[in-house]
């Protein structure tokens, strides 16, 4: 059948979306290669570099997905480059392989807030298992940073009595309790919010407050 | 009273010859009177130097065959030259000093030995720290135990094995999926040129082994031991351990590879250590035993009185990668018997009548050997 001889993809384990990328940093070219052909055979979009200086070369904030790295390698090794990474306030979630004997060094890399390690030799479903959970925590919080950085920016467009009325809706005051605080009548409370609503985008008031917690807005 | 310019000269120099941690003295080249002396060099000597000779000094001085020439003999026409240059001990307090002295004109005309000597003793003994760290260094260098050797061949092997791991691995995923051959070709084949990568590192082993063939030669049973048990020294203090050396006196020297016998006597004794973790302080004694087994061999044992090994576990303990310990690689043992083996001895384990565990093994005499 035609359809059997075309090579088909083989399918993703669901998780490589959004543009997210694995980038491989080892300095083993086999190591490297291999590694990806197997990210590749599961359907993740891979970018391989030999070394920490390649990698630092490409890097800008925009870049989004999962590092996986080997400790040990000539000139910076992984450590260094984590470091390096952590000074540039990058948020790429990194993945560390070690290799037999690299434990404490594991620990101390833990300790210092990287998400994972994996030690060689690896079985292929827990690697990529972590890979995914990775993967799938990185886009949440990415998500996470825009619908904070959207909330920021509309709270900025309020007017200064609109945050007003706005902080007194979260603290849970009545229209009457905002108006006799503010020394306003109900009915101007009434066009405060709605603007506030509109404003922020908000669908319902719980809404609206669950924006406001989750980004940590609250005044 | 305004001050002339030469007394405000002289003593602007004074004030940076006294301010200086070095000792700067000048002394008559003929007679040795000291002529001068900064206040460091006055403080390390109880009596007023100026005035006296150049004799039983706190600063140590060079002695006269050090000079390049003779001091006494210099004239008004040879001078400035430069005496000497280099460190000296002070017996008696055993600091060390950095002198230089030079011979010039003194004011009053006569030719006087200018020198500054400056205490070195720190830096000297932070060198000395120094050299004796890398010496040892570089023997324990030499004598890497055989659970590191086997722990970075295990490392060396794992990267091809890695590799092929994956190549394989990510064919499965796609031959499942329906891929073409063509499109596994290529990796199939680089899954095969990293297995013979592993073939290499494995001959290369191979030839490393061969090329460090033991060479067996006359050596004295109690040098062998000296050598390796300086190598736990300093485990012994950290863990409370006795050492107790119980060697036969009049032993002859046994035929053997030094160093790897030396590897043997470490692993047995580490391992009697490791054996003692959890026992009574006073019951950690580890006993280093020689004595001669027959007339053509050495018997050397080891000792421990830890936890004894299980019936069960003793079968196996010899067998590569069987291990009790969390780290361990189980490689110490199987090594230790092959080394005892190839040198014709036998080493055994049974178990210490006072609790815990003893490893003995033999080792043919020199004159045994050459019969």
């Known amino acids: ?219 | 009273m305004a001050m002339d310019a030469g007394d405000d000269a002289r003593e602007r120099l004074e004030v940076v010859l006294d301010g200086l941690d070095a000792a700067v003295y000048a002394a008559d080249v003929r007679d040795g009177e000291i002529l001068f002396a900064n206040r460091a060099f006055q403080a390390l000597h109880e009596f007023e130097p100026v005035g006296r000779v150049l004799r039983g000094l706190v600063v140590p001085l060079p002695e006269r065959g050090d000079y390049r020439v003779d001091p006494r003999g210099l004239g008004a026409d040879d001078v400035p030259c430069e005496l000497f240059d280099g460190e000296l001990p002070q017996p008696r307090s055993g600091r060390w000093y950095h002198v230089r002295e030079q011979a010039m004109r003194w004011v009053d005309g006569r030719i006087v030995r200018l020198g500054i000597a400056t205490d070195i003793t720190l830096r000297k003994q932070t060198a000395e720290i120094a050299r004796r760290q890398e010496e040892r260094i570089s023997r324990t260098a030499r004598l890497i135990t055989m659970g590191e050797m086997a722990s970075m061949l295990a490392h060396e092997i794992n990267q091809p094995l890695a590799a092929i791991a994956n190549y394989c691995n990510g064919c499965v995923t796609r031959m499942e999926a329906g891929a073409a051959t063509a499109e596994l070709l290529p990796v199939m084949q680089k899954a095969v040129a990293q297995a013979e990568r592993a073939g290499k590192i494995i001959r290369r082993i191979r030839e490393f082994v061969k090329k460090s063939e033991p060479r067996c030669i006359a050596v004295p049973v109690a040098a062998i031991l000296d050598d390796a048990l300086g190598f736990v020294d300093l485990d012994t203090k950290r863990r409370g351990i006795r050492l107790a050396l119980d060697v036969a006196p009049d032993l002859p020297d046994v035929h053997a590879d030094r160093i790897l016998i030396e590897q043997v006597v470490l692993n047995l004794v580490r391992n009697g250590f490791d054996a003692m973790r959890d026992a009574e302080p006073d019951e950690r004694v580890l006993t280093v035993r020689a004595r001669a087994s027959g007339e053509r061999a050495v018997e050397i044992a080891i000792i421990d009185r830890g936890h004894g090994i299980g019936e069960e576990d003793r079968e196996r303990l010899f067998q590569p990668f069987f291990t009790t310990k969390a780290e361990g690689m189980g490689m110490g043992l199987s090594i230790c018997r092959s080394i005892v083996e190839y040198h014709d001895g036998r080493l055994t384990v049974e178990s210490n009548p006072e609790g815990g565990t003893m490893f003995a093994f033999t080792l043919p005499v020199e004159e045994a050997v050459r019969d």
């Open chain 1, 1 to 219: 059948m035609i359809d059997e001889a075309q090579p088909k993809k083989a399918p993703a384990t669901g998780e490589a979306q959004a543009g997210q990328q694995v980038f491989v940093v080892d300095d083993d070219d086999a190591q490297r290669d291999s590694l990806v052909w197997l990210l590749e055979s599961h359907g993740h979009r891979v970018a391989p570099y030999a070394c920490a200086g390649d990698f630092l070369a490409a890097w800008n904030e925009t870049l989004t997905g999962c590092l996986m790295l080997d400790v040990r390698m000539p000139g910076m090794n992984g450590l260094e480059l984590f470091d390096e990474l952590a000074r540039r306030h990058s948020v790429l979630p990194v993945v560390f392989i070690t290799g037999h004997g690299d434990v404490p060094m594991a620990v101390s890399v833990l300790k210092k807030g990287a998400v994972d390690f994996i030690e060689k030799p690896f079985a292929a479903e827990d690697m990529l298992r972590l890979l995914d959970s990775c993967l799938a925590r990185e886009r949440e919080e990415r998500e996470h940073r825009r619908d904070a950085a959207d909330t920021a920016r509309r709270l900025a467009q309020l007017t200064v009595r609109e945050r007003e009325v706005l902080d007194l809706i979260i603290v849970g005051k009545l229209n009457k309790q905002i108006a006799d605080v503010l020394g306003i009548s109900i009915k101007t409370v009434e066009v405060h919010r709605a603007r506030v609503m509109e404003k922020m985008g908000a669908s319902s008031l719980a809404a609206l407050i669950r924006q406001i917690v989750s980004a940590g807005a609250q005044s």
